[in-house]
């Protein structure tokens, strides 16, 4: 499977490609945690049905040879909501402002009367 991961530095964020699957210990790393506690996390979110575990998680042979559990992008950007460090407060950043750049304000006008002013 060819996957791609998330780089966080002091102040960007560099992705490898568009196909973001990662380990939870390329997560912890990113963000600069603890990789046992992005473990539990990852687990609870499963536990209490935040995202489908068959859908998000896969278990991939990496480019060592070794076997492990690598993550969506979605669970990616959970996990960096459920911790503050600097590292996480430049990828929201980051995040943020791609969405905006993506898509403008939109604005939405209601009515309150029918268009004869009845």
Same mark, same amino acid.
């Given at each position: ?13 560099? %992705? ?45 042979? %990496? ?9 969506? %992008? ?45």
């Amino acid at each position: 499977m060819k996957r791609n991961i998330i780089k966080v530095s002091n102040y960007s964020v560099t %992705l490898t490609g568009n196909n973001i699957w990662m380990t939870y210990w390329e997560i912890a790393e990113a963000f600069n945690v603890i990789p046992a506690s992005v473990n539990r996390t990852i687990k609870r979110m499963f536990k209490e049905n935040v995202f489908s575990e068959c859908e998000h998680s896969k278990y991939i042979r %990496l480019s060592n040879g070794n076997h492990a559990y690598v993550y969506s %992008l979605d669970v990616v950007i959970a996990i960096s909501f459920k911790y503050r460090t600097h590292y996480t407060d430049v990828f929201r950043k980051w995040l943020t402002d791609k969405v905006k750049e993506q898509h403008p304000p939109v604005f939405i006008s209601f009515q309150t009367k029918d268009l004869y002013g009845c």
